[in-house]
């Protein structure tokens, strides 16, 4: 049988209770209200004259009260109270005839502050010390698990695709993701799905970032950005947590985009370390990731995106199908691009008449967006510098030339016999450019020092983009380098070390000939060694040892023939710089006298049918 109360008897137990509270209440007041009424106060001096008429039964005597009971009830009280006065003032009082009682001093509000502020100061101090180390390791301890994610709502992000140029191919893959966000139910009409994952590959500076701000912007979604490495902390389970929170929040606010920076710092591949394990840190990030993006609809409206310019180090679950389907090339722009970019920016900037696009893409070969948003504010920069009223094209030629060589080092002095060397050196590079057929013209050709190390630079401008190269082109491009080398020993019988940048970048040129594209006829096409490079960055990666997968023998034949194709460019460089030894000469005492010779300077110097000739 259920016995149990129903809500009606709750409620009425309640009322109960608030009628007792009540009534013990009240009896506590009147039981105050009585004790106050029989106690009569009275003056100190009323007092003492209670007490020698004979009145006072019984006496309590305090610090500074005085509690007693009269004899005889005063004004119908029993029982009074009354201040101590000192006795000598009271006698002193006496004379007088007055009535007088003592007064206490109220230290009620000392005392409370005497307690109250030091155990403030404390518990401030010790907040504040809290609150800091919680910013240390992951924003506070309440909140160490929550998504760090910037979220930024359309208007914020102040960027569409008319902002962002020369990665056209790039926009045209995104227009998808951005119609998909506005209108996700028509992509489901035939059956088919959005891709999860969109993956932003591409260099540094291309633009990666800035096009999924274009995505948010364009689609009016609400855009969640982070960088790969917010997501891992000192503690264990942090990451993971951070992941769930982020993909929780998306969800609430779906239509959507999650776009997380750096990717490499979160989804490298497991276990290629020699510590690898199962249990570290990253790897239960990473695999809270992979979770998340397989639990989630893409019918739901959440795009996620991401970049990187470290494909190659990236787990390959993370771009199997089903999460990173489409990957998306944001490479470095060619010419058109180069002169669109160069558009978007030189709006911000007061131009002279000769400033056109056009010529600066052809300075700026190989340049990526970063680079040329800062070559036209280094431009602005340099013409502000002068104190000119707009900037011109020579602005942007120093520009391209501080970007590329370094600053110019007009105070590091040379003594006169380094000041010969490096002329020689610098002309013999133009005059083996200007005396092969098929190398990029001579632009100019300095004795100023540049930048920590280079102590003069000859500069050659290609005349468009080029991404193949014949090994006759290869060869070329040695020759030229080795040309500053060979312009010492034909001039002076020795070398210098100033070649030493250059012997490197020929000795890398012909390795890559031997091992890596198959142009030695001793060895054939074989490739030997594997990609030396990152994907995209080029940045030099350390090699194990046992990376070389070929003989001992092979090796050494590899360094025999790497020896040999530099001997030859030497000779070629020292055969060209012989039989022109007098135009050296010339052009050297001339770079001495100007130090610095412009592209018609050089032609002037140089005859200008040897070039025809030659070719």
């Known amino acids: 049988m259920n016995n149990r109360p129903k809500p009606a008897d709750k409620q009425a137990h309640f009322h109960i209770g608030y009628w007792i509270v ?7 007041l009147q039981y105050f209200y009585v004790s106050a009424q029989r106690i009569a106060p009275v003056p100190y001096s009323q007092f003492e004259q209670l007490l020698r008429e004979g009145k006072v039964a019984e006496l309590g005597v305090s610090d500074r009260f005085i509690q007693g ?20 003032f009271a006698a002193e009082l006496q004379k007088f005839g007055v009535t007088y009682t003592g007064q206490v001093e109220d230290s009620l509000l ?82 088919g799905r959005m891709p999860k994952g969109v993956l932003l590959v591409g260099p540094p500076g291309t633009g990666k970032t800035l096009l999924a701000k274009a995505v948010a912007g364009e689609a009016k979604v609400p855009f969640f950005s982070i960088s790969g490495s917010e997501f891992v902390e000192m503690f264990v389970g942090v990451g993971a947590a951070r992941v769930r929170d982020l993909f929780e929040q998306a969800r609430t606010r ?24 199962g249990h570290d840190e990253k790897e239960q990030t990473l695999n809270q990731l992979l979770t998340e993006m397989d639990g989630f609809d893409a019918s739901t409206g959440v795009v996620i995106l991401a970049a990187t310019n470290r494909p190659e180090i990236l787990d390959a679950a993370l771009l199997r199908a089903g999460r990173f389907d489409r990957q998306v ?9 180069r002169i669109d970019i160069l558009r978007v920016h030189l709006k911000k900037a007061k131009l002279a008449p000769d400033v056109d696009a056009e010529k600066i893409a052809a300075l700026t070969p190989g340049f990526t967006g970063a680079d040329l948003a800062n070559l036209v504010n280094e431009a602005a920069l340099l013409a502000t510098r002068r104190g000119a009223e707009a900037v011109d094209l020579r602005d942007f030629t120093n520009a391209v030339e501080r970007i590329v060589a370094g600053l110019e080092k007009r105070n590091r002095l040379l003594n006169p016999r380094e000041r010969e060397i490096v002329a020689h050196h610098e002309m013999g590079h133009a005059l083996v450019a200007l005396s092969l057929p098929g190398t990029d013209p001579v632009h100019k050709v300095s004795i100023i020092p540049r930048g920590v190390g280079a102590l003069g630079y000859t500069v050659q401008r290609p005349t468009e983009d080029r991404f193949l190269m ?55 096409g074989v490739a030997y060694d594997r990609e030396p490079r990152s994907f995209l960055t080029g940045a030099n990666l350390p090699s194990p040892p046992a990376d070389r997968d070929y003989a001992e023998e092979s ?29 050296l000469e010339r052009g050297a005492r001339r770079l001495l006298e100007k130090e610095t010779l412009e592209e018609r300077d050089l032609i002037e110097l140089v005859n200008p049918t040897m070039r025809a000739a030659a070719e």
């Open 254 to 277: 779906a239509p959507a985009i999650i776009f997380i920076d750096e990717l490499d710092a979160l989804g490298r591949a497991r276990g290629i370390g020699p510590y690898a394990g």
């Open 555 to 583: 090796a050494a034949a590899i360094d025999a023939e790497v020896r040999a194709i530099v001997q030859g460019a030497m000779d070629r460089a020292l055969a060209i710089l012989g039989e022109r030894r007098q135009v």
């Open 22 to 28: 009540a009534l013990l209440g009240l009896m506590a």
């Open 110 to 191: 000392k005392d409370l502050l005497s307690w109250v502020l030091p155990l403030a100061l404390f518990f401030g101090v010790w907040a504040l010390i809290v609150r800091r180390m919680g910013q240390g390791i992951g924003g506070g301890l309440m909140s160490i698990g929550k998504s760090k994610a910037k979220v930024y709502v359309e208007a914020d992000t102040g960027v569409r695709f008319e902002d962002v140029a020369g990665v056209d191919e790039a926009k045209d893959e995104l227009r998808e993701v951005v119609d998909f966000l506005k209108n996700p139910k028509e992509y489901g009409r035939l059956g």
């Open 470 to 524: 014949t090994r006759e082109e290869l060869e070329n491009k040695m020759v030229v380098l080795l040309g500053g080398r060979a312009a010492e020993l034909t001039v002076y019988g020795h070398l210098s070390t100033g070649a030493a940048d250059d012997l490197r970048r020929v000795t890398d040129i012909a390795r890559s000939m031997v091992t890596r594209y198959g142009m030695s006829e001793r060895l054939g």
């Open 69 to 88: 009971k009269l004899k005889e009830p005063l004004d119908g009280k029993s029982e009074f109270v009354t201040t101590r006065v000192d006795p000598d």
């Open 329 to 337: 090339l944001v490479d470095r722009p060619d010419k058109k691009g």
